[in-house]
């Protein structure tokens, strides 16, 4: 088989004792060959996992065939609760995979209904995750993706969002919806040509505008729902507002701006700092700190950012 019959998986998702059903295969060094590493019907082992980490190999390999039962069974995975089967790290990889996975087929429809309910869907399983006791940010820190896409980005400030709320001590229930509207701040992007956003150089003034147009699009697509609540509709509206009032698209300023849109604000600039951009590489998590520590009280809610601060100090 071609390189281009396999596609990569995480050995942080496999389990010990799991029967895939599926081929695991090994890439072979300096070569563009695949060799079969463990059959699908032979389980694997805390010992062959261990020996594989020591080893420094982070990834196996599955033929693109067999994606969507991979797919499947990270979904079951991600679902399963407390299991003595599955440890929260495990599901926790899980997790982030098929909201991606989900994310990323709801975005390309551009389909609105399909993307909410997603998002509604997607906050209560990572909500589940994050109010677990034993989460360790971490672990959900070091499986994240950083590739520059919309649903990437969107889904690692979900990720994000519910991790804050739960640190401030907002309700399982809250952290739920602060997570789903974490999916749908930047909905109004699918509406902007993705030369644009993938654009190396700088903008030009009317591109700016373009761009800085999406809180409002997106906003405009969501503001009639029955099912979302006000809060992340201002995720949505609001999260490139500043406390100063040089934000847009209104130019809002302090108590103007919602709760759930301050918090939205300082993890959704985080994450633009840690994660490829088309004009730059990802900056370290303690540059982008020491950046945006500069704007506290200006850009940034005081409280919000030492709290998110102190989460990714702590990890």
């Known amino acids: 088989?071609?390189?281009f019959d396999f596609i990569?998986?995480?050995?942080?998702?496999?389990?010990?004792?799991?029967?895939?059903?599926?081929?695991?295969y090994q890439a072979e060094a300096d070569t563009e060959n695949y060799i079969l590493y463990r059959g699908g019907d032979y389980p694997l082992t805390v010992n062959d996992l261990?020996?594989?980490r020591a080893r420094g190999v982070e990834q196996l390999f599955i033929s693109r065939d067999s994606q969507a039962f991979y797919k499947d069974y990270l979904r079951e995975i991600a679902t399963s609760g407390d299991s003595e089967n599955v440890s929260l790290a495990v599901r926790t990889q899980a997790v982030t995979e098929v909201v991606r996975q989900i994310l990323q087929e709801a975005f390309s429809e551009d389909?609105?209904?399909?993307?909410?309910?997603?998002?509604?869907?997607?906050?209560?399983?990572?909500?589940?995750i994050l109010t677990n006791d034993q989460f360790a940010v971490k672990d959900m820190l070091k499986v994240l993706h950083h590739d520059y896409a919309t649903f990437t980005h969107s889904a690692?400030?979900?990720?994000?969002?519910?991790?804050?709320?739960?640190?401030?001590?907002?309700?399982?229930?809250?952290?739920?919806?602060?997570t789903a509207g974490g999916?749908?701040?930047?909905?109004?992007?699918?509406?902007?040509?993705?030369?644009?956003?993938?654009?190396?150089?700088?903008?030009?003034?009317l591109e700016f505008r373009e761009i800085r147009m999406h809180p409002i699009v997106g906003f405009k697509k969501l503001a009639y729902r029955e099912d979302l609540v006000e809060g992340q509709l201002m995720m949505t509206y609001q999260h490139h507002e500043r406390l100063d009032g040089k934000g847009y698209p209104v130019g809002c300023v302090e108590d103007d701006i919602h709760p759930w849109a301050k918090l939205c604000s300082v993890v959704d600039v985080y994450e633009a700092l840690t994660s490829n951009r088309p004009y730059r590489k990802a900056m370290p998590r303690k540059k982008a700190l020491l950046i945006m520590e500069r704007e506290i009280g200006s850009a940034f809610d005081p409280e919000l950012f030492r709290c998110w601060q102190s989460i990714i100090e702590q990890s």
Not at 112 to 126: F, K, N, V, Y
Not at 184 to 191: A, R
């Open 1 to 3: 088989m071609h390189c």
């Open 111 to 128: 389909n609105t209904e399909q993307t909410i309910d997603a998002a509604s869907q997607l906050g209560t399983l990572t909500a589940d």
């Open 183 to 205: 999916l749908l701040h930047d909905l109004g992007k699918l509406e902007i040509r993705d030369e644009l956003l993938r654009k190396p150089g700088k903008l030009t003034e």
């Open 8 to 24: 990569p998986i995480s050995i942080a998702t496999l389990t010990p004792s799991s029967q895939l059903g599926l081929d695991l």
């Open 156 to 178: 690692n400030v979900a990720f994000y969002c519910g991790m804050l709320a739960n640190e401030l001590g907002y309700s399982k229930e809250v952290v739920e919806e602060i």
């Open 50 to 52: 261990e020996r594989l």
